[in-house]
């Protein structure tokens, strides 16, 4: 296993599902953006703090982002850190990008996860 470092962002996020296929003009300003589009569904991953009410939203995500660009060779990155985490029973939502990977974790779980991933020798900085 390479060494992988891992950024603690300071994001609050929230899983929402969307009625539309469009990015609305309210989670426009987040800081982190995530829109994916199904045959079945519109979801968005977005700061959790300019939701409004009317939308369905899954609250309270914190955020890992592996340090770095990850080669799309690698194997086994994400399941490794998953592993660890699903071994206490904490639950992640992944998404990747073309340059790496976030770890969104929920919040009362958010420092029990960083614990085990140092004690696994994960290294961690500030986003």
């Known amino acids: ?7 603690i962002t300071p994001w609050h996020l929230a899983v929402c599902k969307l009625t539309e296929n469009k990015i609305p003009t309210w989670a426009e300003a987040s800081p982190f953006l995530n829109f994916t589009k199904t045959v079945s569904e519109f ?3 977005c ?16 955020c890992l982002k592996i340090d770095g660009i990850l080669d799309f060779s ?8 998953t592993q660890i985490l699903a071994s206490k029973q904490i639950s ?14 929920k919040q009362e ?3 029990e996860a960083i614990h085990l991933l140092k004690i696994e020798g994960y290294t961690f900085t500030e986003y």
Not at 1 to 7: D, E, N, V, Y
Not at 49 to 58: C, G, L, T, V
Request: charged content about 20%.
């Open 1 to 7: 296993m390479i060494s992988i470092k891992l950024q």
């Open 43 to 45: 979801s968005l991953v």
């Open 47 to 62: 700061s959790a703090k300019d939701i409004p009410q009317n939308i369905q939203a899954e609250m309270d995500w914190r």
């Open 74 to 81: 690698l194997i086994g990155v994400i399941a490794h850190l």
């Open 92 to 105: 992640v939502f992944v998404i990747s990008t073309y340059d790496t990977d976030y770890i969104l974790i």
């Open 109 to 111: 779980k958010f420092e």
